[in-house]
């Protein structure tokens, strides 16, 4: 392979061998160098989350349009517990099993749970406008109309 230094290309080396020798569900991580959790591989002149290389060593493809993970450990490059899907799905299992942040837990957040449960509250009563709500709580009124529609802020009733 051009462009492979030797440290390269024994990663590349062992990553196949581990995914050839692996057989369990258990998962397998990279041990070397990571970009945001995901253990990455030089392959054909770019980098490559391990992952996304396990899925085309093990089904002679790439993932499409992109590789998720049902164990949710990004380390892990087990063919087994990746799988093809969506940006939404992704998205999806990142909400449904509360990996990130959300609400205040994202520290740009500037209401709280329980202010975006008086912000629906008051809406609802018919009597005040989106606007109004928005300069109480110091938020613009597009604010106001993602939580009042359930875009933003889902997860609280």
């Given at each position: ?10 990663k590349l ?5 581990a ?5 369990s ?46 164990c ?86």
């Open positions: 392979m051009r462009g492979v230094n030797s440290s390269t290309g024994r080396d062992w990553l196949i061998a995914i050839n020798n692996h057989n569900d258990k998962c397998l991580l990279w041990p070397f160098g990571k970009s945001k959790g995901y253990g990455v591989v030089r392959f054909n002149e770019k980098d490559v989350k391990a992952p996304r290389l396990a899925f085309y060593f093990a089904n002679g493809r790439w993932p499409t349009p992109e590789a998720r993970h049902t949710d450990i990004r380390a892990c490059f087990n063919p087994g517990h990746i799988t093809e899907g969506t940006r939404q799905q992704n998205d999806k299992d990142k909400w449904d099993r509360r990996r990130g942040g959300w609400g205040e837990q994202i520290g740009t957040s500037k209401l709280t749970q329980q202010q975006v449960r008086t912000i629906r509250k008051e809406y609802a009563t018919g009597n005040v406008s989106q606007q109004a709500i928005a300069d109480k709580f110091g938020v613009v009124q597009s604010t106001i109309g993602v939580i009042v529609r359930r875009v933003r802020w889902k997860q609280i009733e």
